[in-house]
């Protein structure tokens, strides 16, 4: 990996996970030591790949308000449900990497919302704070995949910025696989912004101003 210390495996435990619809699976969580950011990110370890393929792999990025709230204004919630199934169905990992609100805090992304509300899109309203409209680096992620043991993957993103990363990185990323798209009437604009804003791969079509 280009200049970055390698990771290690900290720890390993079996957890059974239960989502709200009832989906269950069980999977491997896994912990590091030496990860270049100093936080506490977690492997999810799903099934197994069927040889001769690779894993699928997503770069999930936390969500508070999302993942445990189950707030409409982001599509955190439904990509994290969605992920864990399709990658145990064909083996990989999934890691959760604590980065709120696009690396800028959990109390910076609140406030970035208030100025949504007065009409800014998701990215200027972290610029108007001062913040990077997206300040994540994927450093430990990669050092997260080397120490698992995993160079070549297929990544499961709408966000181009991830595979360019990881590849810098010393990842190789065969194919670059959508998820889906999951529009409620709090987050089209959200969504729209990814699109024209960093180029996400969601169809800008099916994203109508509403």
């Known amino acids: 990996m280009p200049d970055t210390p390698a990771a290690t495996q900290r720890a390993r435990v079996r957890v059974p996970l239960r989502f709200h619809d009832g989906y269950s699976v069980d999977a491997e969580l896994v912990t590091f030591h030496g990860l270049a950011d ?13 040889p001769g393929t690779v894993p699928l792999v997503r770069l999930h990025s936390e969500c508070l308000t ?20 399709r990658i145990a169905e064909t083996g990989g990992i999934l890691l959760y990497l604590r980065q709120e609100g696009r690396g800028i805090g959990l109390y910076n992304k609140l406030d970035a919302y208030a100025l949504q509300d007065q009409g800014l899109d998701t990215y200027e309203a972290n610029a108007a704070l001062g913040l990077p409209e ?5 450093t430990a992620a990669a050092q997260m995949l080397h120490a698992l043991g995993v160079t070549s993957l297929d990544l499961l993103s709408n966000n181009p910025d ?41 169809p800008l079509a099916k994203l109508s101003a509403g």
Do not use: M, W
């Not at 993942?67 to 409409?72: E, I, L, Q, T």
């Open 162 to 202: 991830k595979a360019d990363q990881l590849r810098t990185l010393g990842i190789d990323v065969h194919d670059r696989v959508p998820t889906g798209v999951f529009t409620t009437p709090h987050n089209v604009r959200y969504l729209r912004a990814k699109v024209l804003q960093t180029q996400h791969t969601l």
């Open 38 to 50: 100093g936080q506490e990110h977690v492997a999810v370890v799903l099934g197994e790949p069927a």
């Open 66 to 85: 999302g993942d445990v709230f189950g707030s409409a204004r982001c599509d955190c919630g439904p990509q994290l449900r969605e992920a864990v199934e």
């Open 134 to 138: 997206d300040g994540r680096d994927y």
